[in-house]
């Protein structure tokens, strides 16, 4: 996964795995510390009586402890996903990266590389947040059940589609896009609400029928040469198996 995406992964599950410890630990010391034996009364230690609130056992300290405390664990996870967000979600008009690339055929009022288009030349940053120079941008159509990808009208090198043949899956659609570069997806659907999962770039986002939505590609050159792209909405009777590859040379 791409690394700002897979820090904050890692981030979670460290939380999630401390609040387990204390709230089963704690559920689980306490149902068989007072657990009752066989043959024995009871001892009333809350004294609790049938029909009255036990309010002798309030504890305000406890309260606010378990108010407060969970409250800041709130308020530090919005602060550690706010530049995962920002990455997600930057604008395509100066953002993280900057504008459209001029490429090839569509503009020729520029200066290109020897490949024939601008590049993006992303890099990452030591927090794992990836800039571009420009992006390219590509189209992505969600349809039950497969993906449609249009390279629009970039060179091969940038951006070039084929299908092939996949156990389980049957045949897929598969995009192949270059390292270094940096791609925006403009999508949208035919049908129902599909959304395309990036596994290794660890994005995904909403295809929706009649609304333009877009998704940032930025394909790094620490990226694995194959894979997978699923639906990660379910859109109906093979949404299973609605899969594309994502192929990056360099
Ligand atoms: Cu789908």
Known sequence: ????????WDHYILWSVIVAVIAFGWLYHHSFWFISEDGKEVPNVDEIAIGVFPKHNDDMRLEVAWTVLPFLLIIWLTYVSWAPLDAMWTSPEGGNHGF??????????YTVNQNGFESSNNSMD??????????????ITGQQWFWNFDCLELAADLCDTSTESMEVYGTVPVLKLKRGETYLAVMESQDVTHAPWFQHLGTKEDT???????????????????????????CGDAHSIMAAKLEVHN
């Open 100 to 109: 459209a690339c001029d490429d090839g055929s569509i503009n020729h009022d």
């Open 208 to 234: 929706l029928p009649g609304m333009e939505t877009t998704l940032w590609l930025p394909i790094n050159d620490d990226l694995t040469r194959e894979s997978m792209i699923l639906c990660a909405e379910y």
């Open 1 to 8: 996964m791409t690394a700002i995406f897979e820090g904050l």
């Open 126 to 139: 030591s927090t794992g947040m990836i800039t571009s120079d420009c992006y390219h941008v590509i189209k």
